[in-house]
């Protein structure tokens, strides 16, 4: 089976920066996804890591470390409209199916 | 421009009434997702077609089925709702199958249970 663990909750204020750590225990692994979703709203592809390494989306960047099983999203420049749900996802073994963690919901205050 | 489209946003029924739900899609992807998300939980995946072939996760329950007459539109039925079934159910697409390819979500249906 697969399993994530992420914080459930954050709070930060404007302008600091955060990072979501996220651990996963999967029989196979085919990559670490991040997914935004607002209240009451859509799930957001932020970022995928397949590879070992840093990715970076504007303010966002995305960590992975697959001997460690281990990734996080890091977000910079907090702006109020960051304040969501944030999900790390995982393809296993079965390769086309996104397991997600419970969300960490990131509160960011004025 | 949308281009995941669930109807209706928020849909009520009542307990035992069968109740269908939509969504349709203007990307063309091959995949098309239903995941259920109840409160402050992640969504968690009920099956999911690729082109015409139907993939049903293990822990989803009879209750819950699935049709997928073409392309661009997919439709979760639900025979007979229990009151546990009351939560946002969110239809996915994505490309194809490769690994790095992202899931594009609709908005969801909000489904309630009398």
Known sequence: GQSLEQPSEVTAVEGAIVQINCTYQTSGFYGLSWYQQHDGGAPTFLSYNGLDGLEETGRFSSFLSRSDSYGYLLLQELQMKDSASYFCAVKGAAGNKLTFGGGTRVLVKP | DAMVIQNPRYQVT?????????????????????????????????????????????????????????????????????????????????????????????????????
């Not at chain 2, 997702?33 to 968690?44: G, N, T």
């Not at chain 2, 099956?47 to 661009?72: G, I, L, M, V, W």
């Not at chain 2, 390819?101 to 489904?111: N, V």
């Open chain 2, 14 to 114: 009542q307990f035992g009434k069968p109740v269908t739900l939509s969504c349709s899609q203007t990307l063309n992807h091959n995949v098309m997702y239903w995941y259920q998300q109840k409160s402050s939980q992640a969504p968690k995946l009920l099956f999911h077609y690729y082109d015409k072939d139907f993939n049903n996760e293990a822990d989803t329950p009879d209750n819950f089925q699935s049709r997928r007459p073409n392309t661009s539109f997919c439709f979760l039925d639900i025979r007979s709702p229990g009151l546990g079934d009351a939560a946002m159910y969110l239809c996915a697409t994505s490309r194809d199958l490769q690994k790095n390819q992202p899931q594009h979500f609709g908005d969801g249906t909000r489904l309630s249970i009398l």
